[in-house]
């Protein structure tokens, strides 16, 4: 890409709190590229005249939900891990056209990586939104026969069934007031906002056994990263996840492809670790 000045964005709302453009400059400031990357308030009815009134200078676009959803219908072409979630992070301005990424799941596997969990057998995933099924196409990656879910309203969970059934899971779906009863399992994927108190406390069992993934960042620790911490567990936080997503986000606007590494890439991850 040379030294061309290009703009980039995180759009969402609400977007002030994001953490992305401290992660995006920091990596371009080491690369060496005088690229643009601001914070944009926007909605999901006003994604598509947005999209459309970009000028070439645009180079990418970093998205929040519900944009990750509403912005397939206005993609060119997206890639197989968008395709799978029905949920695309990542919008790259590029001949042919727009193409759409998920690099949520390669964040979810590879912050996990970091922390000493590369296989599984079994995990337990509460919530079953969005970023759930991002989460359970990490857990197939990481090699999950078996996926217990857990949901405030197990009537809903057909979808999130019927979607890790085609990565070759089993999947069950309890309700949410059961989690304290399990045991068995080497990884807890909490999707739920923050401040969410979830009414049910993790057994002593399952926090020394198994690896827990709070998504949230903030506020920190939640209460059922706390209860982790406390006992003994081994922790990651939803900075882990942000942080790799965002690294693939950058191999994508630089390299055009999210499997192709940056130049220097052990220096532009540590910087983008330190903005955090």
Not at 46 to 68: C, H, N, Q, V, Y
Not at 243 to 255: D, G, P, Y
Request: glycine share 12%; net charge negative.
């Amino acid at each position: 890409m040379g030294s061309e000045r290009r703009r980039l964005a995180v759009l969402g709302s609400p977007i002030a709190h994001s953490k992305s453009p401290g992660l995006h400059r920091a990596a371009y400031r080491e690369l060496g590229l005088d690229w643009e990357y601001s914070t944009i308030e926007l909605r999901g009815n006003e994604l598509a005249e947005f999209i459309s009134g970009l000028d070439e200078s645009w180079r990418g676009l970093s998205l929040t939900m519900p944009l990750k959803q509403d912005v397939l219908p206005l993609l060119d072409d997206i890639d197989e891990l968008a395709a799978l979630t029905g949920a695309a992070n990542t919008v790259l301005f590029d001949a042919p056209g727009r193409r759409g990424f998920n690099t949520d799941v390669g964040g979810i596997v590879r912050a996990l990586a970091e922390a000493g969990c590369d296989r599984i057998r079994h995990a337990a995933l509460i919530g079953g939104g969005a970023t759930a099924a991002s989460a359970l196409a990490a857990m197939a990656e990481l090699g999950a026969g078996s996926v217990r879910v857990f949901l405030r309203r197990p009537e809903a969970g057909a979808t999130i069934v019927d979607f890790g059934r085609s990565l070759g899971l089993t999947v069950d779906i309890s309700p949410l007031a059961e989690f304290g009863a399990v045991t068995a399992a080497d990884l807890v994927v909490s999707t739920v906002p923050g401040g969410t108190d979830l009414g049910v406390a993790a057994s002593v069992d399952l926090i020394a056994r198994a690896v827990l993934l709070d998504v949230a960042y903030s506020p920190w620790p939640t209460k059922l990263a706390a209860e982790w911490l406390e006992g003994g567990g081994r922790v990651v936080d939803g900075l882990g996840m942000l942080l790799h997503q965002a690294l693939l986000q950058v191999r994508i606007f630089v390299n055009g492809d999210p499997t192709a590494v940056l130049p220097g890439e052990d220096g532009v991850l540590a910087v983008m670790r330190e903005s955090l």
